[in-house]
């Protein structure tokens, strides 16, 4: 139980600067949760004040969602940007951050603009199908909609909004009015066993230097940045396994995705060519007299490694082959 005054803040699309709402005042009693507009500083706790004697004496009832004016609702949009400032901002991962911004970036000012209630998951359909006949893929579609409905959830632990979520269960959402589901063409698809060992004959026999990355990364199922912030000290000879507790974002180290360490089984192969992979680079550091970077996979000169530079050679390769044709 408990009475505290809030005021959200949001960023103004048109100007590009931080905007504070009006005060408002959050009220926690009987399980449940509320928030109203009050104004001004003052009137907040004046409100506050007002509200905490009624629970005292027991008089205060929580009001009904129905009758609470719309003037003094919070929008989704506004409610978005003070989750984006605070929840996200402190608590999640920048790319992650990145992630939620880029969903909410596609749901239109017209929905933005409306309070939690006046939103219908019609809305949220359109929005998906909107986007997806623009060529948008699936994964985008159901990250919108995920977007959608973690928002819910937080108004709803806030006592924004007090009714159902609109958006969850994205895979019945993106269901087609025949029943099917809206199926893109770009779906993840898997390599096969075959196909597998057919790529990595291919890789090193055309990108030597970068075989040892392209097999740990299909033996182990690593991630990218997981595989670029990989150290030689993750790797257990012994144990045979390789520890999985970092990742490279924007070319800084932080937790993995989850925030766990995990094992990954070093299989034979992978470790003999980890091994000869490891010998070759103490080679190179001796004859530049320079000691072993710590990177089991870093760039020419010892420092991170720049995936995209791996993907623009890849890329090249194949072109050069194509025109050679």
Request: glycine share 6%.
């Amino acid at each position: 139980m408990g009475v505290k005054v809030v005021r959200p803040t949001y960023l103004d699309k048109k100007t590009g600067k931080r905007c504070k709402l009006d005060y408002y005042v959050q009220v926690c009693a009987g399980g449940e949760r509320y928030l109203r507009r009050v104004g001004s500083r003052e009137e907040a706790y004046a409100k506050k004040a007002e509200i905490e004697d009624s629970l005292k004496k027991g008089t205060h009832t929580m009001p009904d969602p129905e009758s609470v004016p719309a003037s003094e609702k919070i929008t989704f949009g506004k409610f978005a940007e003070a989750w984006m400032e605070g929840t996200v901002a402190n608590n999640l991962k920048w790319n992650t951050k990145r992630y939620y911004a880029d969903m909410l970036k596609r749901i239109p000012d017209s929905i933005q603009d409306r309070p939690f209630d006046e939103i219908t998951r019609e809305d949220v359909r359109n929005i998906v199908f909107s986007e997806i006949e623009k060529g948008r893929a699936r994964s985008t579609a159901t990250g919108i909609i995920r977007t959608i409905s973690t928002i819910y959830t937080y108004a709803a632990e806030d006592g924004v909004y007090r009714g159902a979520n609109i958006a969850e269960n994205p895979s019945r959402i993106l269901r087609q009015d025949n029943g099917s589901e809206a199926v893109e063409d770009d779906q993840i698809d898997r390599m096969d066993q075959e196909e597998s060992d057919h790529f990595l004959k291919v890789m090193e026999k055309h990108f030597g230097s970068f075989y040892p990355i392209f097999l740990t990364a299909l033996r182990t199922g690593a991630r990218q940045g997981e595989l670029v912030g990989l150290t030689w000290d993750a790797v257990d000879w012994n144990g045979m396994f390789i520890t999985i507790r970092q990742t490279i974002v924007n070319g800084k180290v932080q937790s993995t995705k989850n925030r766990q360490s995990r094992r990954i089984p070093l299989t034979p192969k992978l470790a003999e060519v980890l091994k000869d992979h490891k010998a070759a680079m103490g080679k190179k550091a001796l004859a530049a007299g320079k000691p072993v970077v710590p990177w089991v996979f870093p760039s020419p000169t010892g420092s991170l490694m720049d995936p995209s530079k791996l993907r623009k050679e890849y890329t090249a390769y194949w072109s050069r082959r194509r025109s050679a044709r």
